[in-house]
């Protein structure tokens, strides 16, 4: 079981597969206000770089569970490397339908709510988990400006204008469902730059190792294509956010 090789090529330099950078991860940590031992779950976990810091910085324990072999083990190596083995725990598997044994204090799916088949389904899911009062993390993307055209959200790699909304929309979509949202650390385009041309450096890193693999001419193409596509659409039309909700 894995996801599509093209994410473990593109991204397998990523400590963070998002555009949050490493500094709004720690600015979330301490606006979350966590804990010493508070368990957090994080569905989606990727190379595991939040719970690994935020077990170093606040003492959190926690579990996360990524479909990616590669990111799985590269969060078990960030654990060793920050000392927090004791702390935390990566699962590969599939998410998809993960509740965990105990209830924990955060419940988190940053970056990958279709996990859940939409957010909606997603925080359903984490709520499965979560202990009463405790918190739900999503991240996920909205409209920094509305996009004039379906061609313009298609630019941004989205199917349609209806896949994201702006972030009032969507601040109170959560409203909707019955939650508070109670935080939020928003990426700038900054950070869009460290998750997306991030992956330029490696591609051609991982072209000039690997000129015969059966994805070099795929790889090849996104490297000619993704900076001026990245800079037309993705940065000046998509934001994103991790937000935490907490219900009535
Ligand atoms: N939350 C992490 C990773 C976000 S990228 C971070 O912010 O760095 C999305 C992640 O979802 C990838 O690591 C991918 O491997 C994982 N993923 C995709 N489908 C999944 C599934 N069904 N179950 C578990 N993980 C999945």
């Known amino acids: 079981m894995d996801i599509p090789r093209i994410f473990n090529i593109t991204e397998s330099a990523h400590r963070i597969h998002n ?11 301490a606006a979350l ?23 170093r910085d606040h003492g959190i324990v ?4 990524d479909m990616s072999q590669l990111f799985t083990e590269q969060a078990r190596l ?7 083995v004791d702390q935390v725990e990566f699962i590969h598997g599939d998410a998809a339908g993960y509740v965990s044994a105990e209830k924990v204090d955060v419940a988190a799916c940053v970056g990958a709510t279709w996990i859940g088949g939409g957010i909606a389904g997603t925080i359903g899911l ?3 988990s979560l202990r009463a009062g405790g918190m739900i993390l999503i991240g996920e993307p909205f409209w920094r400006q509305a996009p004039p055209t379906d061609e313009v959200a298609k630019g941004c790699l ?21 939650y508070d949202v109670v935080e939020m650390v928003l990426a700038d385009q900054d950070g869009w730059d460290r998750y ?4 330029w450096l490696t591609m051609r890193r991982w072209l000039e190792a690997n000129p015969d693999d059966e994805l070099a001419q795929d790889v090849r193409t996104r490297l000619t294509s993704e900076p001026q596509r990245y800079a037309t659409y993705t940065r000046e039309y998509l934001g994103w956010g991790v937000f935490a909700l907490m219900a009535p």
């Open 158 to 178: 989205a199917n349609s204008i209806s896949a994201f909304l702006l972030l009032p929309e969507l601040l109170a979509s959560f409203g909707e469902l019955g």
């Open 19 to 29: 555009p949050i950078t490493s500094e709004k991860l720690a600015t979330l940590g």
């Open 33 to 55: 206000r966590l804990k010493s031992g508070d368990r957090v779950l994080d569905l989606g976990s990727g190379s595991g770089e939040m719970l690994c810091t935020w077990a």
């Open 62 to 65: 926690g579990t996360g569970i």
């Open 196 to 199: 997306e041309a991030a992956k």
């Open 78 to 84: 960030r654990a060793v490397e920050l000392g927090v």
């Open 126 to 128: 984490l709520a499965q």
